[in-house]
């Protein structure tokens, strides 16, 4: 059965957003965003959009990671699987069969 396209995406976005959330929590607990400096350079924004930009930048480290992870669990027979049907192959064969 293969999985939609759509369904793999939020397996990978879902995750990254929570922890999206409760890293965001976390950061701006400890760090007021208008002693942040940017190469020495305090950051001339206000709160709600430091909070904005904190918010995607973890979300998008969460997506890199979490889809990291989903590429990684991917079986030997999906890495290694054939994308285009060859008409020399027999049914039921692999690759290196």
Not at 15 to 38: I, K, N, R, S
Request: glycine share 8%; charged share 20%.
């Amino acid at each position: 059965m293969e999985v939609s396209f759509v369904r793999r995406a939020l397996w990978v976005i879902w995750p990254a957003f929570l922890v999206a959330a409760a890293a965001e929590t976390v950061f701006f607990a400890v760090f007021d965003p208008f002693d942040l400096h940017f190469f020495g350079t305090p950051l001339e924004l206000s709160r709600e959009a430091m909070y904005t930009l904190g918010f995607f930048g973890f979300w998008g480290v969460g997506i890199v990671a979490s889809g990291l992870t989903k590429f990684l669990e991917r079986s030997p027979f999906e890495v290694n699987r054939p994308t285009l049907e060859s008409p020399d192959r027999s049914e039921g064969t692999r690759c290196g069969d």
